[in-house]
C-alpha cells in the first residue's frame, strides 16, 4: 500500500481533487464544477461523492492519510472559507467540519490556495529544506504564503499572508477588495492588462495593442508582442516588475526570507517578469539584504500545482 | 537568591546596563559612554569592567542567569553588531562571542533593540500572553520586532524586521540608509519634523512654528503647539498618522498580529497619533483583518525598556 493524501482545490470555475503519494505522484484525479452549484450544501455534497468515487479508484493501492483542501479565503484555524469574492457560496462555509461528517480521516485541513502553493513548495518543489521563504501566485489575483521557522504564518486570525493587498498607491487603481492601490491590481494578469491600457493613453510609440481591446487582451498576447520588440509591452513589463519588487523589498523587510518564488500566469513570462523584478528588488531592498534573497520559479508542475499544494497540507500536518 | 539577567543597551551615545529580576525590578544599574570608545575593543574592554562593578554590588542576593544585549543591527544568530550607521564601531563587532570569553554564563545573547523591545513588552508589558503582535519603535529612527507563534522573527539571516525600511514613496525623502522615501523618513522624530517644515512650505496657515529653525524644532514642541491648536502642528499628526497607518495596513497583510504596540518619543504624544494611525490603519485594511487589531500604547516604563528589552531575552532563550 502507498501512503497518499487527498487533495482538493476549490476554485471559482472548477474544484479539482487527486490522490498523491509522497513524492507527488498523482494516482487518480477527479473534477467538478464549482459555479453550477450555488448552495454549498449541494456542492459540498457533489464533492464528496466525487471524492468517494476517486478513493473507490485506487483503495487497492493506497492507504489514505488525510484530506487537505486549497480554497480562496481559506481559514485554517476555522477550517472555514470566509466571505470569498469569487465564490458563489456567501458568508462562511465550515467545509472542513462538513468533511470530518463524512470522512474519518485524522487530518482534515484547509487552508487558503497561496498558503497551499507554498506547502506545495516545501514538500514537493524548490523550497525543499527551506525554512524562510514566501510564495508569490501571481494569476487573476495576487497571493502569497509566506513561511517563517519551517511553518506557514497564519497570524491571530488564520488569514496572515495577504501581499496582494498592500497598498502600492492609497488613490490608485480600484481593486476587487474594495480599496484602491493594491498590489494586486498591478502585478496579477489583468493587473498588466490595465498598465498596458494606461501605457497605450501616455505613450505615442506604434503597437500591435492599439488594435485590441480591453475583453480581447491577454497577458499571453503581451508576453508574446514584447519578445517581437513592442515598447508599450516591454514598458508594460518593466512596470509591473518594478512595482512587484518594490514590494517584495517590503516583503523582504518583514520577514527576511531566503528565497522568494514566482507561480501562476504572469511568473511563466519567465526572464521578462523575472529580471526586472530583480533588479528593482535590488534596489529597494536596505543594504543588509541585498543578494541575499534568492527570487526563483516554483518548480510544481503548473497544471497540477493546486493539487499538489491542497495534498502536501496533510503532509505537513502529519509532521508536527 | 533572585533569579536576575543582565541587560545591556547598545545606543550611539550611551551604553546603559542593569540587574533585573522575573518581575522587570531592576536591581542595580550601570551606564558608560558608547562615543568616546571609537574602538570596539576598548569599548567592550570598559563594559566588561561596568558588568563586573554591577554584579559585585548584589552579588550576596542575585544569582545571575545570563546576558541579554540589544544593540542597533544586531543579529542574533551571529551575536554580532553589523555596520551599525549609528555606531562608531564599523564593520562587525563580535559582541557575544567577546562577552562569552569573559562570563562564564549558559545564555549570552544579542538581538537589535526594536527585537529586545518585543520581548520586553512579550515578559513584562503588554504583550504577555500574546503569540502575535508587532512592536514599532518611533524615535530617531523606526525600528521594528515581528512576534509570529511567540517567536520573534529573525528570518533567515538575523535581520527580520525592519517595517522602518519599507519604502512609502520611492522618489521622496533621503533616507539615512541611502534609499528615498523609507517610513522612517516621515514618522520618526526627525521624520514628523521634517514634515512640518514641508507643510510650512505648502500651507498658508499662520504658526508659531514660522519662527523655529530646523535645528531647534523638537517633536515635543510639535506637540505642545498642536494641542494649543496650531493647525500646521495638528496637519503634521495627521499625515504622519495616515502614512504610519498605510504601513502598518501593510505589516497586517503579512502577520495579521491580534496587536501593535507603538513604543518611543512620538508614541509618547498620545492620542494625538494614536488617533490618526488607527484611524488609517483601518481604512487601508482588507475587509477581513478590519476591527481587529488593537494598537496599543507599550507598557513598559519609558526611561528602563532598553535594559527591560535586553534583559528579557535571557528569559525568553531559557523559555526555549
Known amino acids: 500500500m502507498i501512503q497518499t493524501a487527498i487533495g482538493i482545490d476549490i476554485g471559482g470555475t472548477n474544484t479539482v481533487l487527486g490522490i498523491v503519494d509522497k513524492d507527488g505522484n498523482i494516482i487518480a484525479r477527479n473534477s467538478i464544477p464549482t459555479v453550477s452549484h ?31 483542501i486549497g480554497a480562496p479565503n481559506g481559514n485554517y484555524y476555522n477550517g472555514t472559507i470566509e ?10 462555509v465550515p467545509v472542513v467540519d462538513f468533511l470530518k461528517e463524512r470522512f474519518d480521516y485524522n487530518v482534515i485541513v484547509l487552508t487558503n490556495d497561496a498558503n497551499a502553493a507554498a506547502i506545495g513548495e ?11 521563504f514566501i510564495m508569490i501566485t501571481l494569476g487573476t489575483g495576487v497571493g502569497s504564503g509566506i513561511v ?19 497598498i502600492v498607491y492609497p488613490h490608485g487603481r480600484e481593486c476587487g477588495c474594495g480599496k484602491r492601490g493594491c498590489l494586486e491590481t498591478y502585478t496579477s494578469a489583468p493587473g498588466i492588462k490595465r498598465t498596458i491600457f494606461e501605457l497605450l493613453s501616455t505613450m505615442n510609440d506604434l503597437s500591435e495593442l492599439r488594435c485590441v481591446s480591453f475583453e480581447e487582451l491577454s497577458a499571453k498576447k503581451i508576453d508574446e508582442v ?5 515598447k508599450i509591452a516591454q514598458e508594460a513589463f518593466d512596470y509591473t516588475g518594478e512595482i512587484l519588487g518594490l514590494k517584495l523589498a517590503d516583503a523582504v523587510a518583514h520577514t527576511s526570507p531566503e528565497a522568494i ?8 513570462a519567465g526572464d521578462l517578469i523575472f529580471e526586472p523584478v530583480k533588479y528593482y528588488m535590488e534596489k529597494y531592498m536596505l543594504d543588509i539584504f541585498k543578494n541575499k ?15 499538489l499544494g491542497a495534498s502536501a497540507l496533510v503532509w505537513k500536518e502529519l509532521d508536527k
Do not use: W
Open 38 to 68: 450555488p448552495d454549498y450544501t449541494i456542492f459540498m455534497n457533489a464533492l464528496c461523492k466525487a471524492i468517494d468515487e476517486t478513493i473507490e479508484q485506487t483503495k487497492e493501492k493506497t492507504d489514505i492519510k488525510g484530506i487537505g
Open 83 to 92: 466571505f470569498a469574492p469569487n465564490l458563489n457560496f456567501k458568508g462562511i
Open 122 to 132: 516545501m514538500i514537493y518543489g524548490g523550497a525543499k529544506g527551506m525554512k524562510d
Open 148 to 166: 517563517v521557522n519551517g511553518e506557514i504564518v497564519y497570524g491571530h486570525d488564520g488569514f496572515a499572508g495577504e501581499i496582494g493587498h498592500t
Open 226 to 230: 514584447a519578445r517581437k520588440g513592442d
Open 261 to 268: 518564488f514566482l507561480f501562476g500566469g504572469l511568473a511563466q
Open 293 to 307: 534573497v534568492k527570487l526563483l520559479p516554483s518548480e510544481l508542475p503548473p497544471g497540477d500545482s493546486a493539487i
